[in-house]
């Protein structure tokens, strides 16, 4: 039995993060760290994957629980960087503009007003809507624009989304707001099937933009459910409530995160995959992370609507993932080796059935570092969302 984490521990965490992000930074802040660590440590890598705006997003949440403006002064180093890349249309042909751009470009813009973040963000903006599918209502997530075998949405995009939200207000312009609802309709409408499980991938048909099928590329199978496929879902709904106030989008999220936290195993980390509950396959300590801000996100949803009992279990639920991921996966800032933040994570696991090349299994994962800092700085209660 998981009991939640204290706030010595949380405190302890964060001071344990700092130590580890500082010892970072000479090495991350004119490159970025790739998607997993190897074999423990993060390739310096140029900024060109999905996944480069999470250490620039911890170096924003190290920022807000020390001040440090060492930390400040290496983000807006890399906000140059993520400005270049939308300019130059470097990497960006896919939907992952929200993970690349709002923990890193919106939150300099929200934290240090930084006119060049806000350029680059409405322009990664910009190019999330240019993926917007009219015959079947989604984004789509990968490859040539149209092309039948990409002619598909997956369900991460959810976490990509708030970009548009946040365009929105900045902009007046109703189209990003527009874009983004009808994304979410189509999303609940097919990615969840009657027991809340989910599909990673959605195809829908090209010339009628009928749902077609769900399919999988880094879950085990197409009808078992991808742990951060679940884990995106939990989150997304919650914000996707959180911006639009429609009450049917918490009601769902409940109904995921029931499926997702009944798959747990014991020590609350999660497998892979949620097909497996027991036994040596790898987990995936990212997937705890996400879902733990996404009940502390959905936690100020209930509060804000007087409903304190569910504020209460949310948060509640929260802080046992978080003690899980203390207890199990949290490297200490003495441990050698090893220059992630949080361990046990699995990026893509090849199985019989899906079409994922196997990478960073067991390894520390850049967005299971992000979110194990954004849910630490999160419990403290004060935190303004970029999301
Ligand atoms: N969005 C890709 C992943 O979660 O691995």
């Known amino acids: 039995m998981i009991r939640e984490i204290s706030e010595k521990e949380r405190l302890d965490a964060i001071d344990n993060a700092l130590c580890i992000i500082r010892r970072n930074l000479p090495e991350y802040t004119y490159s970025c760290q790739d998607t997993s660590t190897t074999d423990g440590i993060y390739k310096a890598i140029g900024n060109t994957e999905w996944t480069t705006g999470f250490w620039t997003g911890e170096l924003w949440l190290g920022y807000l629980c020390s001040g440090d403006e060492t930390l400040a002064h290496a983000s807006l180093i890399a906000v140059e960087s993520f400005r270049e890349r939308i300019r130059k249309h470097i990497a960006v042909d896919h939907h992952d503009m929200g993970f690349l751009y709002t923990p890193s470009c919106v939150a300099a813009w929200q934290i240090k007003g930084d006119a060049h973040a806000r350029e680059a963000a409405l322009l990664a903006a910009d190019n999330l809507v240019s993926r917007f599918q009219e015959k079947g209502s989604f984004i789509q997530a990968w490859g040539e624009m149209g092309a039948e075998d990409n002619y598909r949405y997956i369900i991460d995009c959810l976490l990509n989304l708030p970009l548009l939200y946040w365009a929105e207000k900045e902009t007046g312009k109703q189209i990003y707001r527009d874009i983004a609802i009808r994304h979410t309709e189509t999303c609940v409408a097919n990615s969840f099937r009657s027991d809340y499980s989910s599909y990673h991938t959605f195809f829908m048909d090209k010339r009628t933009g009928a749902p077609l099928r769900g399919e999988t590329c880094q879950g085990y199978r197409a009808d078992s459910s991808w742990a951060r496929g679940q884990a995106w879902g939990v989150y997304g709904l919650a914000l996707a409530y959180r911006h639009t106030g ?111 090349t196997e990478y960073g299994v067991d390894e520390c994962v850049s967005w299971g570092d992000y979110y194990w800092m954004e849910a630490l700085v999160r419990l403290g209660g004060s935190w303004k969302s970029w999301w």
């Not at 195993?265 to 497998?271: A, L, N, R, S, V």
């Not at 992630?340 to 059935?353: A, C, D, I, Q, R």
């Open 246 to 356: 429609r009450k049917e989008y918490l009601d769902l999220f409940e109904h995921v995160s029931e499926y997702f936290m009944s798959r747990l195993p014991e020590d609350m980390i999660p497998y892979w995959d949620l097909i497996f509950t027991e036994g040596d396959e790898p987990r995936d300590s990212s997937s705890a992370s996400i879902v733990a801000c996404g009940f502390l996100d959905a936690a100020d949803s209930y509060e804000k609507m007087q409903e304190y009992e569910k504020a209460r279990k949310y948060r509640s639920d929260a802080k046992k993932l978080m003690k899980a991921v203390y207890d199990s996966c949290m490297t200490g800032k003495d441990e050698s080796g090893i220059n992630g933040l949080v361990k046990h994570g699995t990026y893509s696991k090849k199985s019989p059935y899906n079409t994922c």
